[in-house]
Every structure is written in C-alpha cells, then in structure tokens.
C-alpha cells in the first residue's frame, strides 16, 4: 500500500492534522475537531447485492441517508453496506476509518466514487487518513487533486434530506 502522507506530500496538498481518540460517530467528530470552517463527512461503502459493485459515498454527517433512494439514484439495485474484508480489500481501511482517502488503495478502480453536492461545494473537508484516530483538514481543491492522481471519478450527487444541526445535539 502506498504511504498516504509520502502522496499528499508529493501532491503539494496541504492539510492541517488533528490527533484524538477513535472517533465512531459524527458526533463525536464534530466535538473532536476545532476547525468548525471545514465540513465533517461521513463516508459510507456499500456493495450491491450480487458483489460485483462497490460504492464510496461521501456525504455530510448532518444527512441521514436512505440506502434505498441512494440506490435507486445510482440504478444499483439492492445495497448494504461492505463487510470489514472487502473494507480492507478495497480501501485499505477498518469499519470506522472509511474515508475518501482510501481511493489511494483502489488503484483497479473497483469502487464508484459518489460525493453529494452539499460536500462538493465545501471549501474544506474533514478526511481521516485511513485510520479513526486522526483527522485531516484539506481543501476541496487539494481533494480533487487527490482525486485525479488514484484515477476515480467523482460523480456529484444530491443527497435529499433533513439536516441534523450536530452542534445542539439534534
């Protein structure tokens, strides 16, 4: 597997790092990081039924996101969400450690890349770098950077739902 930050170096993208305890939800996510200018995504990777499909969906964590419409969206059929082998076959990464950053380990380009249009107008994304104990803050610009060098299309979407405010706990 390629070393993320010898890539990001190599790239010229910047970012700033934040250190903290494993983080399971977005909640918690929210709470851990100071930069409150950049957006908490939530990552999610699903396969189709059959298996021959994997699918990256980088959304707002102030989204619920219904798997159902999500898939009729994308014409995929039955989803559910990727088991922790192909997590790591895919990605590189643990259940918890989903991230737009695990692109970099997909260099067969087996799982479809969709980022919902609330994100993709974000100036600044917060990514971890293949583990749950870290966050990344990267500019959106620097994300597409990433994007052109593992080769994935991004396919923006729009993610309709209610927004949850997570500073009030709602």
Known sequence: MPDLYAVLDELGIGYTKYEHEALHT???????????????????????????????????????????????????????????????????????SVTVLGLINDPSHAVEVYIDDDVWKSEKWNCHPLVNTETLVIAKTDIEKFLAYTGHKARVIVIPSEARDLDRGE
């Not at 990552?43 to 021959?52: A, E, V």
């Not at 219904?66 to 995929?76: M, T």
Request: a positive charge; proline letters at 7%; aromatic letters at 8%.
């Open 26 to 96: 977005c909640e918690a996510a929210v709470a851990a990081i100071p930069d409150k200018t950049s957006l908490q995504t939530k990552n999610l990777f699903f396969r189709d039924k059959p298996g021959r499909r994997h699918f990256l969906l980088v959304t707002s964590c102030a989204k619920p996101v219904d798997i159902k419409k999500f898939a009729e969206k994308i014409d995929a059929g039955r989803l559910s969400f990727g088991s922790p082998e192909r997590l790591q076959k895919y990605l590189g990464v643990a259940p918890g």
